[in-house]
C-alpha cells in the first residue's frame, strides 16, 4: 500500500503511474482484505484529489479523462458501504 500512496504523490506528467495505481486501489477495494479497504477509506481525501485531474501532453491531448472516471468511482465506492458489499460479494 505505501507504494500505492507513493506513485499518487507522482508528477501531473506520469498521469500513467497514477491511473495505473488507483486502479489496482479498485481492484483491491472489490477483492482486497478489509484491512486494505479501511486503509483506503482512511485516506481517501488522498484520491478525491484526481477526481478534478486536468493534463494536457504536448500534442494538446488532454489526459486525464479516465483518471477522474476511475476516481470519482473508487471515491463513491468507498463511501458507500452499500454499493461495497454489493460489489465485494459481485467480486467472489
Do not use: C
Amino acid at each position: 500500500m505505501k507504494h500505492l500512496w507513493d506513485k499518487l504523490q507522482s508528477k501531473p506528467k506520469e498521469w500513467r503511474r497514477i491511473a495505473k495505481a488507483i486502479h489496482v486501489m479498485d481492484y483491491l477495494v472489490k477483492n482486497g482484505a478489509p484491512r486494505v479497504v479501511q486503509d483506503i477509506k482512511d485516506d481517501v481525501y488522498k484520491i478525491r484529489q484526481f477526481q478534478d485531474f486536468k493534463f494536457k501532453e504536448s500534442t494538446g491531448v488532454e489526459q486525464g479523462t479516465e483518471l477522474r472516471d476511475k476516481a470519482k468511482g473508487l471515491v463513491e465506492l468507498v463511501n458507500e458501504p452499500g454499493k461495497l458489499q454489493y460489489e465485494r460479494e459481485f467480486a467472489k
